[in-house]
């Protein structure tokens, strides 16, 4: 299934679910972690929607994109 994908796709997913997976582990870790005030907020709003759902995201598709159009660039060399 995963046969031929790029490599910074198991990066990609690497960051993400290692994100997700990591803050996880430090609620069920930490009493109170995701309701505990950062800059005036809860801190899962700064943790989770703007780093998890916005930042991380970007990132990560900005490298998808930058890795995509090397490769490419690469193979098209490569061909002549």
């Known amino acids: 299934m995963f046969k031929g994908m790029p490599k ?3 990066i990609g997913m690497a ?3 290692g994100w997700c ?3 996880m ?3 069920m870790l ?3 972690l ?3 005030k950062l800059f005036g907020v809860p801190a899962c709003y700064i ?3 703007i780093v998890g ?3 991380i995201n970007i990132v990560v598709s900005f490298l998808y994109f930058s890795m995509e159009e090397k490769r490419e660039a690469a193979v098209a060399e490569k061909q002549g």
Do not use: A, H, T, V
């Open 25 to 27: 582990i430090l609620e």
């Open 47 to 49: 943790y989770n929607w």
């Open 21 to 23: 997976i990591g803050f």
């Open 30 to 32: 930490i009493p109170g």
């Open 53 to 55: 759902l916005w930042i």
């Open 15 to 17: 960051i993400m679910y």
């Open 8 to 10: 910074i796709f198991f």
């Open 34 to 36: 995701p309701l505990m």
